[in-house]
């Protein structure tokens, strides 16, 4: 079991926060629904003023190119457990396959992270579900690409891929991830400790 771990582990989190993100986006897509055959429906997930569903919804910039960005959230999350699931079968691959997983994970952290300074910084509420499909799209991200400069599946040249080889093989992604964490907390959080 230990082995099937260690060698699979970036499988495993692909996979399992994939299911995450797919939760937490289809449990917003059903939310916005019933939000738009009613329009003073009270999602599950609005705590209070600072935590609301609800709130951020009924902003425009809950749509992204005239739909839903949650319906966003299951295509990429979607791709995201297809890919978990290829990597419990392959690790190494071309560059065509490599680009087909990293540019989605890439948009999907970027465009995540766009939201997240949209709710803290713009609206002033933070959506529970959108927080939670920002951390997965996070450990995504990260263990997509600690996965690619892991196996070189980019063809980097050999010195460079040694140095990210070395890096890894000490586990310097583990601390750096942590950090990356804190630090996205206390930028969210920064706008309402500041008032």
Sequence with gaps: MAK???????????????????????????????????????????????????????????EMFGFPNSLMGIAGYALAIITGIFLFQYRKYNLVIAWITSVPTILGFLISYYWLYLSAYVIGVFCPWCLLSTFSSTMIFFAITTLHLQENNF???????????????????????????????????????MV
């Design 4 to 62: 099937f771990l260690k060698n699979h582990y970036i499988a495993i989190i692909v996979t399992f926060f994939g299911l995450v993100g797919f939760f937490a986006a289809f449990t917003l897509t059903l939310d916005k629904i019933s939000l738009i055959k009613n329009p003073n429906y009270v999602p599950p997930c609005a705590v209070n003023t600072v935590f609301n569903c609800g709130t951020v919804m009924r902003t425009q910039y809950a």
């Design 155 to 193: 063809n980097l040249k050999p010195d460079l891929a040694d140095y990210f080889n070395r890096k890894i093989r000490g586990g310097w992604h583990f601390p750096f991830l942590i950090l990356w964490i804190f630090a996205v907390i206390i930028f969210a959080a920064f706008p309402f400790v």
